[in-house]
């Protein structure tokens, strides 16, 4: 917030990145991530995304309120159960985004 610059390492240790990695490797690093992503639950990710949006900068009743409201319409979705499904029958989830 202060607008200082800080090296790449002091961002790594104070959690602004998730990891350092160098610049030959970024992209193929990048893709393994949003591979990793894309495996989730399309609906828990679109809901974790706007409850980020909608709640920057509001106090936090407010922020909880919101917060539920989106994770109670999730947990009412078919993804919300086959998850738990596919884990006990150690079996990777099919999400549908329904």
Same mark, same amino acid.
């Given at each position: 917030?202060?607008?200082?610059?800080?090296? $790449?390492?002091?961002?790594?240790?104070?959690?602004?990145?998730?990891?350092?990695? $160098?610049?030959?490797?970024?992209?193929?690093? $990048?893709?393994?991530?949003?591979?990793?992503?894309?495996?989730?639950?399309?609906?828990?990710?679109?809901?974790?995304?706007?409850?980020?949006?909608?709640?920057?900068?509001?106090?936090?009743?407010?922020?909880?309120?919101?917060?539920?409201?989106?994770?109670?319409?999730?947990?009412?979705?078919?993804?919300?159960?086959?998850?738990?499904?596919?884990?006990?029958?150690?079996?990777?989830?099919?999400?549908?985004?329904?």
């Amino acid at each position: 917030m202060t607008g200082d610059r800080i090296s $790449a390492e002091e961002a790594h240790r104070i959690g602004f990145v998730n990891e350092i990695v $160098a610049k030959e490797k970024v992209m193929p690093r $990048a893709l393994e991530f949003a591979e990793r992503l894309a495996r989730n639950a399309p609906l828990a990710l679109r809901a974790i995304k706007e409850a980020v949006i909608r709640t920057s900068g509001l106090p936090l009743e407010e922020a909880y309120g919101i917060e539920h409201e989106i994770s109670a319409r999730v947990m009412r979705s078919k993804d919300a159960r086959e998850g738990p499904k596919a884990f006990m029958e150690k079996r990777e989830p099919v999400f549908k985004g329904e």
